[in-house]
């Protein structure tokens, strides 16, 4: 009965060790090993090895594995290939750093179902012994790293292995260098298990520029954005409707018409609203787009897609609209960019009082420079309150506001920065802004933001957050916060966050946004009598105090 058992037992593990793996998951792995050798051991971080021919040639031989056994001897060959890794005693120092750890995660090193015992604790040996000093793929510059030597294949479909090296860079780098990679509404893992197929039956230049789109898409960050002018062009289109509205309400408010070089009239006219357009809802035109075009939560997404609505490369659009209390149905000539006139809109004004009294100062966040703001000041600075517009992208003010506005220098936010000598982990550090300044200003701070409002402007808006009467009002801002890293993936430009900033207790902004103390969002009816809500709202709690 014992030999019977042991036989059992034995055969099972041999059958364990020789089962069957699918073309997916032996690419998964093979992602995941091959980007963390590129990063970690010492050899292969040093530039020595041609890292994308060894992908493609492991690719290939991925052909003939068949079970966990085989892919196992493989990986262990190719591993010793390498090179020997010595032993890294600076690696197990501890650093004075605030770790946070909530994006790493090497634990698939672990996964018996794809690793031998032996594999395993080679990948754990370069893990511990892993490269510290400068890596040949990437680089720092300021606060942020920055990717470099790669090489180009250009962003025309040419193969599957090409296919895939596409997908398990930047899969690679969103793993190891995203800080938000933990937000994600998809496991990052998963987009990996899923996309792989996708990427297998791409056979045309369309198709790629499509599913790279929609992989960079899962990052879910409004700073990120992949850049095809196959895209734009076919996917969208170059023909567009000659007017000019606002999104409100799930609608569009036409502000304006503009005229084109045909001399022709558009039935559309001002005050007029779309809820309709080709026979989709403006929601389900948000829908439509929103697969290939990332944003880190709906109100993002709106702001990304909603300059798109009304292009097309037809030469006609259908809407539904409300006029004067009537629903129509009209057929809407477009036109070439190109061939529509629009006037240019007069420069807003830097700063000025919004009463005779000068009691209420404004000031445009995303028209005045930082030369300005001396002059802004001493204009300003009697005004009981001043309001600052930040529906907008500031222009480098935030140091030198803080100096004027605030009473003493604050933490105002935390910013987590990748560890490059520990790839996935990132460290943190609080940031002060502003200094001991007896001669603040001691009025109301009064900060208008909506999903215009992103990642300098949110950190702005934290600043002013700091002063002792301020009161932020509006919508929840964009959620996407942190200096930005580009880079090309198949040559194309796109880029995602590289910092974590958060509320110096740690609460998070990214995907959230800053919430508004009061919030007003522009409706269908404010945008037709043309009003701004928002503003109003700010006028009316200066003067009611609530």
């Given at each position: 009965m014992r030999k019977f058992s042991l036989f059992i037992i034995l055969f099972l593990s041999l059958n364990f060790s020789a089962q069957a793996l699918s073309e997916t998951q032996k690419l998964e792995s093979l992602c995941k090993v091959w980007g963390f050798l590129k990063y970690y051991h010492p050899n292969v971080a040093k530039g020595t090895f041609n890292w994308d021919q060894q992908l493609f040639q492991k690719i290939n031989e991925l052909k003939n594995i068949n079970n966990k056994n085989q892919l196992n001897e493989l990986y262990s060959k190719w591993i010793d290939s390498l090179g020997k890794v010595d032993e890294c005693k600076e690696c197990s120092k501890k650093e004075n750093k605030v770790y946070f750890l909530k994006n790493f995660d090497l634990n698939w090193i672990n996964n018996q179902n794809i690793f031998s015992e032996n594999v395993t604790q080679k990948l754990k040996y370069i893990q511990n012994n892993r490269n510290i000093s400068e890596n040949h793929y990437f680089g720092k510059g300021g606060r942020k790293v920055y990717f470099r030597n790669e090489n180009s294949y250009g962003s025309k479909f040419t193969s599957k292995e090409i296919n895939l090296l596409e997908l398990f860079r930047y899969w690679n780098y969103i793993e190891y260098f995203f800080p938000y990679k933990y937000k994600t509404d998809q496991n990052w893992n998963d987009v990996l298990t899923e996309m792989i197929p996708k990427f297998l039956t791409i056979n045309t230049t369309e198709n790629y520029h499509l599913t790279l789109a929609e992989l960079v898409t899962k990052v879910d960050d409004s700073h990120a954005f992949l850049f095809s002018p196959f895209i734009s062009l076919n996917q969208y289109g170059r023909r567009k409707v000659p007017v000019e509205y606002l999104y409100a309400e799930g609608k569009l408010v036409v502000t304006k018409t503009n005229s084109n070089k045909f001399n022709e009239e558009t039935p559309l006219q001002t005050g007029d609203v779309i809820y309709d357009i080709n026979g989709l809802t403006i929601p389900q035109k948000v829908n439509a787009f929103g697969k290939y075009i990332p944003a880190s939560n709906?109100?993002?997404?709106?702001?990304?897609?909603?300059?798109?609505?009304?292009?097309?490369?037809?030469?006609?659009?259908?809407?539904?609209?409300?006029?004067?209390?009537?629903?129509?149905?009209?057929?809407?000539?477009?036109?070439?960019?190109?061939?529509?006139?629009?006037?240019?809109?007069?420069?807003?004004?830097?700063?000025?009082?919004?009463?005779?009294?000068?009691?209420?100062?404004?000031?445009?966040?995303?028209?005045?420079?930082?030369?300005?703001?001396?002059?802004?000041?001493?204009?300003?600075?009697?005004?009981?309150?001043?309001?600052?517009?930040?529906?907008?992208?500031?222009?480098?003010?935030?140091?030198?506001l803080a100096k004027l506005l605030l009473p003493e220098s604050f933490i105002y936010y935390q910013f987590n920065f990748p560890d490059t000598n520990y790839l996935s982990k990132f460290y943190s550090r609080k940031n002060q802004i502003g200094v001991k300044n007896s001669d603040y200003y001691k009025g109301n701070v009064v900060v208008l933001v909506d999903e215009n409002t992103q990642s300098q402007a949110e950190t702005t808006t934290m600043m002013f957050k700091q002063h002792p009467k301020a009161k932020v009002i509006g919508s929840n801002t964009s959620g996407a916060n942190g200096d930005v890293i580009y880079l090309n993936i198949a040559d194309l430009e796109t880029s995602f966050t590289g910092l974590g900033a958060y509320y110096p207790d740690g609460k998070e902004t990214q995907r959230i946004g800053i919430i508004p103390d009061i919030i007003v969002k522009p409706t269908v009816k404010g945008i037709k009598e043309g009003k701004d809500e928002v503003l109003e709202r700010a006028l009316e709690y200066i003067k009611d105090g609530h």
């Open positions: 709906s109100w993002g997404k709106i702001k990304k897609v909603k300059n798109l609505f009304l292009f097309t490369n037809k030469d006609s659009i259908n809407l539904k609209i409300e006029r004067n209390g009537q629903n129509l149905a009209l057929q809407i000539k477009t036109y070439l960019l190109k061939d529509i006139i629009s006037e240019k809109p007069a420069q807003p004004e830097k700063w000025k009082f919004y009463d005779e009294e000068k009691k209420i100062g404004y000031v445009n966040m995303g028209v005045i420079e930082r030369e300005d703001l001396d002059e802004m000041y001493s204009n300003l600075k009697s005004a009981e309150s001043i309001i600052f517009d930040l529906r907008n992208y500031p222009k480098q003010t935030i140091f030198p």
